[in-house]
């Protein structure tokens, strides 16, 4: 490693000392500005070429999930937990490795307009996408952008995969040399009634872009799809879910893998259909790296939810549930899950940061009539006016604002009591930073 590789990298290890190792970017920004190619330098350095999660929704949760599979079975790896996805995020998480210079491969979680920049340096062993989704709007635009900065950055090895969602079609229109598909048997719904579908990501063909019709439809523009007019349709899937069973905590699962015909059930420690598909990515993922049933069932039933994706906390001897919202498909799936519990309280932070989306328009097309039987509903934030207004459209009249985010988290903690009501907070993502800042304070 040259001179300058290493001053970054002491710049960055005296960043921690300073600002201290919980920080998620910081060092790695300033290591970046003494050596701009320090991270590709460093994953080119791994004897085994990068594993990367992109997509909308999910990130973090199927990452986790498939870092997990790595650790339970005893691999040397890397990978950014915190979540931050874009280049000094993950530079950061791998310079607080310790033992940096003998892990041989990363798994990163990575923003979609970063993927590329990443993957021209070193290609990628393995890239899982799990969704697209309208997001940052003022950021990304509209998905054809997002999918078209996602397609540029499929640089694989020529031995590489694409793990793919069959059931988003928007995510179907990716193309690599070798793709493995994932999803849910349409026979997992037979006789079941489908869920209202809001704000769905409704796709067209990608070959006479006529609009897409569906057989079935579940989450979103997800769904057994095909097109009316010429021969396109949902692709078979390698690895699929054949039986589901949701309930509130957890969902029990039969996975079949097609090469093999192997099956595997197992209990995914986290509630929500949303929360089906990030697992099953991971399942696909590392079923493809050549982990056995086995150590992906002990990594997945082992997991431990990263902060604020579906984590269960303690705060004031209360337990709160924690579910980042950022965009409509994403927050309407966490809103219909809570409209389930009839013993939820729900407290809802909202900011408008650079790092949330300036543009909050995906309030209107998220579907919070779901809290109609909530009420009072706890409101904060930089946009909790924004929040408070789209409520009372979904036609709530009890809203109790605060204007500090500490302030709303002590009144919704003191007032309800857990073991009358179950407590949810749902922030956009710099809240969930502060939220995470005040949790910690209070265990202090």
């Not at 849910?184 to 009634?193: D, H, T």
């Not at 929500?272 to 079923?287: D, K, M, P, R, T």
């Not at 013993?343 to 328009?361: F, M």
Request: aromatic share 10%.
């Amino acid at each position: 490693m040259d001179f300058v590789n290493k001053l970054a990298i002491w710049s960055a290890q005296l960043v921690f000392l300073i600002l201290s190792k919980q920080s998620t970017s910081a060092p790695g920004l300033v290591a970046t500005k003494i050596a701009p190619n320090l991270l590709t330098d460093i994953l080119n350095s791994f004897s085994k070429p990068p594993i990367l999660i992109t997509g909308t929704n999910g990130k973090s949760t199927s990452t986790g999930f498939l870092a997990n599979i790595f650790q339970s079975a005893g691999q040397e790896f890397t990978h950014n937990r915190s979540g931050a996805n874009l280049k000094s995020g993950l530079l950061t998480a791998i310079l607080k490795e310790k033992n940096l210079n003998n892990l041989e491969q990363a798994v990163l979680e990575v923003d979609e307009a970063v993927l590329h920049s990443l993957t021209s340096h070193r290609k990628a062993k393995l890239i899982l996408v799990n969704n697209f989704f309208r997001d940052q709007l003022d950021r990304f635009g509209e998905m054809d952008k997002t999918i078209s900065l996602v397609q540029k950055g499929l640089n694989l090895e020529p031995d590489g995969v694409l793990i793919a969602n069959a059931d988003d079609p928007n995510v179907c229109k990716l193309k690599a040399s070798k793709i493995i598909y994932f999803g849910l048997s349409p026979q997992v719904w037979a006789g079941k009634n489908n869920p209202e579908i809001h704000a769905a990501e409704l796709g067209h063909c990608p070959i006479c872009a006529t609009d897409l019709t569906y057989k079935a439809q579940w989450l979103g523009q997800f769904g057994d799809f095909y097109c009316s007019s010429c021969n396109y349709q949902k692709p078979k899937t390698d690895i699929t879910i054949t039986k589901l069973h949701l309930q509130v905590e957890l969902s029990e699962v039969e996975v079949h893998f097609q090469d093999t015909n192997q099956k595997l059930n197992l209990k995914i420690p986290l509630a929500g259909l949303f929360n089906v598909y990030n697992a099953l990515g991971a399942i696909a993922s590392a079923y493809m790296v050549g982990f056995s049933l086995e150590q992906i069932k002990a990594g997945i039933e082992n997991y431990q939810p990263l902060f604020g994706r579906s984590q269960i906390v303690n705060y004031r001897n209360k337990k709160l549930k924690i579910f980042l919202i950022k965009n409509p498909i994403g927050a309407s799936e966490v809103l219909r899950l809570i409209n389930l519990d009839s013993r939820a309280k729900v407290l809802i932070l909202i900011n408008d940061n650079y790092a949330d989306s300036r543009d909050i328009c995906w309030l209107w097309d998220s579907h919070f009539e779901y809290l109609k039987d909530k009420s009072p509903i706890y409101i904060s934030g930089s946009r909790a006016s924004d929040m408070s207004i789209r409520l009372t459209y979904a036609g709530l009249d009890k809203i109790n604002y605060f204007r500090k985010i500490k302030t709303a988290l002590n009144a919704f903690s003191d007032e309800n009591n857990d073991q009358e009501h179950n407590l949810y907070i749902l922030p956009t993502y710099t809240a969930l930073l502060e939220l995470t800042k005040l949790l910690k304070l209070e265990k202090k």
